[in-house]
């Protein structure tokens, strides 16, 4: 049986499971069934399907790919069952063939099971196996090839060629007749890799000639020169060595997860105290960011340094930090902007974001870091270039990040209550994609693993309650709000000048205390302190001395002390006497005195003031320069407009232009069941075309339809008005010849509109480029 008539023979249903397990097949939807046969056969298609096999699922497909012709289930129940470590092939092989089928690997009726066209070109050495020996020896000369089959197959008729694969056939006399050395060498590449590094592997040797081991296996074409400095095992060797095993010591089942039992009850409370603290860490980066944006680096990124004030203010290991302004970015929240130079900065996103409720909030973060494919664990680590890596560079973006997330999530779905070890993860997903084995494989899993401890999402080591809603794409907001502490609404000061927050405070206090005052410790309650410095901030962000007054009377639930009330009133008190403009820049005060006091003082001699009048000093200095040099010498001075105004400095007035960036992983997901429905309507329609493909009387066969010109509009009216479907012929743009069944529903302006089966949608046909029309 053809594989396309395989494929054609599968129902409606079989056919949705296939397009549904690998979309890449209907992007875009091919024109017939036998165009999908084409795609799913194509090396890439393959390649990327094979990737997604486990370790049995994989040997059953190797075995058949290593045997030639189609081979019964029986047999390969034989087989797979002699390379079992222990057990019995079923029902694993059955389940695996099942699922070989529904993704088209595999075809045929179990009498007769064949890999799908292609597999065997994409599995180049499958199970460890080197390649048959006629691809073997393809760049030997004919020549070469002669002088070895004279020496192995005498007497043998046929080419150099044919007659060496003969003798390799049944390798054993062969492989008798060498030294126990070269059987050595052999059983070395037996169980792969089947190639070996050797020099002047080229050389010409007979068997008579031979001195070294390796020498008597080239002679006997038991090992096969691939290049100047490479050999190859034949795979008719390999298996003979095998004793006719593809595998060994096979698992038919994933190995068992090892680790530490945890109570799920408390895995999910640990877990939603840190989603509460890793949503918290986001808001606080982007309040500070607000005030005091990083600059972006000239390659971009953000610089080493503002990488660890970064990490000093959030209180977080550099590790940790990088990842809350990564997951900052990916969700939108941040971008660059501002001046030309750039900097990062909270997105419009970002004032939307944080009025949602605390589980909304978290499930936007944890939904972007699980989509994101950059990989924020690599901050710090050297590249090619011995240069570190910047958090926010380009260069940590890594396809295949968010699919290693997914299958980590994955294994600790399958032990609930279970906190496997590191090992036991790498050995589950070892098992899961053996073809995706590598460093930086294992390096994704372990930064996985870290980071979804650090989001919430799991607790203890063990997958919580919301992170396997969220992973099985549930709705993860409604289990996670019942678990988040309680923010609070009050604080507690004391006479030293300091607030403790009995637990955590609601968004808009957070946001007013961190305006008003310094955060001196964080833990089980976090401390605040108020200094001239942050009543200053408060008061520059166009608070007055009243109301700071009043909200800390409202928010405390003990008295307002008098040492702190006679800090606010004395800091608002010399708040703004003082004016600074722009000239260069100018300070103005309607205290002559003070003035007198500024000039006089020693320390704005590199100011270079000068008085204007008696309440005007100017100076070259930028305004910015000058309130910052005021501030230093002890003085309380605002900055005002050109009209005079006071510019307040909004906590939240920094914020990028355009649209929030989203970075997620654009590769294609499983199609909604609709999508896939129709999909297989429209290349069910399309082979209906395809096969019914027929010319009028006298044309030549393969033609598409050909009518003349007048016939062809006459028929299409009558088709519009009897609701009939037709059958044309239509050029297209590159001019290749095609035929569509079509439901015409109008005809206008030298187009016809109608419902093309071939591809379940509507479309416009140029009425010029219609060679024929035939009735259905």
């Not at 056939?169 to 037996?190: M, N, T, Y």
């Not at 309380?636 to 006071?646: K, M």
Request: aromatic fraction near 4%; proline fraction near 7%.
């Amino acid at each position: 049986m053809e594989f396309t008539e395989w494929i054609r023979g599968r129902t409606d249903e079989q056919l949705r499971a296939l397009v549904t397990a690998r979309p890449e097949l209907i992007t875009p939807v091919p024109a017939h069934l036998e165009g999908l046969a084409a795609r799913a056969s194509s090396p890439s298609a393959i390649a990327r399907v094979l990737d997604r096999l486990d370790r049995f699922t994989l040997a059953v497909i190797e075995t058949l790919a290593v045997r030639d012709g189609p081979i019964r289930k029986t047999a390969l129940r034989e087989l797979i069952g002699a390379a079992l470590a222990a057990g019995k092939p079923e029902p694993a092989l059955t389940a695996a063939l099942d699922r070989l089928r529904d993704l088209a690997l595999v075809y045929g009726p179990d009498t007769a099971l064949e890999p799908a066209p292609g597999v065997r070109k994409v599995l180049e050495d499958p199970a460890g196996l080197g390649p048959p020996a006629d691809v073997a020896f393809r760049h030997h000369a004919a020549e070469r090839l002669d002088e070895i089959a004279d020496d192995v197959a005498p007497g043998i008729p046929g080419s150099g060629r044919e007659r060496l694969a003969a003798a390799l056939a049944e390798p054993g006399k062969l492989i008798d007749e060498v030294s126990p050395e070269a059987r050595a060498a052999l059983e070395q590449l037996a169980w792969g890799p089947p190639t070996g590094r050797l020099p002047n592997a080229r050389r010409e040797v007979s068997v008579a000639s031979a001195r070294s081991p390796i020498e008597e296996l080239l002679a006997r074409g038991l090992l096969a020169a691939t290049g100047d400095e490479s050999v190859t095992l034949p795979r008719e060797v390999g298996l003979h060595l095998r004793g006719g095993q593809v595998h060994r010591d096979l698992v038919a089942l994933p190995p068992e997860l090892e680790g530490t039992a945890r109570d799920q009850v408390l895995a999910d409370r640990t877990a939603a105290g840190q989603a509460f603290t890793f949503v918290r860490a986001v808001e606080e980066l982007c309040e500070r960011w607000s005030i005091d944006p990083p600059g972006v680096l000239r390659t971009g990124g953000l610089g080493v340094r503002d990488m660890k004030r970064t990490a000093t203010e959030l209180d977080l290991p550099e590790w940790a930090a990088a990842l809350v302004v990564e997951v900052a970015y990916a969700a939108g929240l941040i971008a660059a902007g501002g001046s030309v130079d750039g900097e990062w900065l909270p997105t419009s996103g970002y004032d939307l974001w944080r009025v949602r409720p605390t589980a909304d909030r978290w499930v936007a973060l944890a939904a972007a870091w699980l989509t994101m494919d950059r990989v924020p664990g690599l901050v710090g680590e050297r590249d090619d270039r011995d240069k570190p890596v910047n958090a926010l560079h380009p260069d940590l973006r890594r396809s295949s990040a968010a699919g290693v997330r997914a299958a980590t999530l994955g294994v600790l779905a399958s032990a609930p209550g279970l906190a496997p070890s590191r090992d036991s993860v790498l050995e589950r997903l070892a098992w899961e994609q053996p073809r995706r084995r590598g460093p930086l494989r294992e390096q994704l899993t372990e930064f996985a693993l870290r980071e979804a401890e650090q989001l919430g999402v799991t607790g203890l080591g063990a997958l919580s309650g919301h992170g396997r809603a969220l992973t099985g794409g549930q709705e993860a907001a409604p289990v996670l709000a019942p678990l988040l502490p309680e923010p609070v609404d009050h604080v507690l000061l004391q006479a030293d000048l300091t607030a403790v927050a009995p637990g955590p405070l609601t968004s808009e206090l957070n946001r007013w205390m961190t305006l008003a005052a310094d955060v001196e410790s964080k833990g089980g309650a976090t401390v605040y302190r108020f200094s001239e410095s942050s009543v200053r901030r408060a008061l520059d962000a166009g608070q007055a001395a009243e109301e700071l007054l009043a909200m800390l009377e409202r928010h405390s639930a003990t008295p307002v002390p008098q040492a702190l009330s006679y800090l606010v009133t004395d800091v608002a008190r010399r708040h703004g006497r003082i004016r600074v403009g722009t000239a260069g820049a100018y300070i103005r005060c309607d205290d002559p005195a003070m003035l007198d006091q500024i000039v006089a003082d020693r320390r704005s001699a590199a100011l270079r003031l000068r008085r204007l009048a008696p309440t005007v000093i100017a100076s070259r200095s930028s305004r910015a320069v000058l309130v910052d040099s005021l501030r230093a010498m002890g003085y309380a001075p605002v900055p005002e407009s050109l009209d005079g105004d006071v510019i307040i400095s909004q906590l939240d007035s920094r914020r990028t232009e355009g649209p929030a960036p989203v970075r997620q992983v654009t590769s294609a997901g499983v199609p909604d069941p609709g999508v896939a429905a129709a999909a297989v309507r429209a290349l069910r329609a399309g082979d209906a075309a395809h096969l019914s493909r027929r010319e009028p009387v006298g044309a030549p066969d393969g033609q598409v339809p050909r009518t003349p010109a007048t016939a062809t509009i006459t028929r299409l009216q009558d088709a519009i008005r009897q609701g009939e479907r037709v059958w044309i012929g239509y050029t297209d743009s590159q001019g290749n010849a095609t035929s569509r069944i079509l439901e015409p529903a109008r005809m206008e302006g030298g187009y016809l509109t109608a419902y093309d089966e071939t591809r379940a949608a509507v479309h416009r046909f140029a009425l010029h480029r219609i060679t024929g029309v035939s009735g259905i």
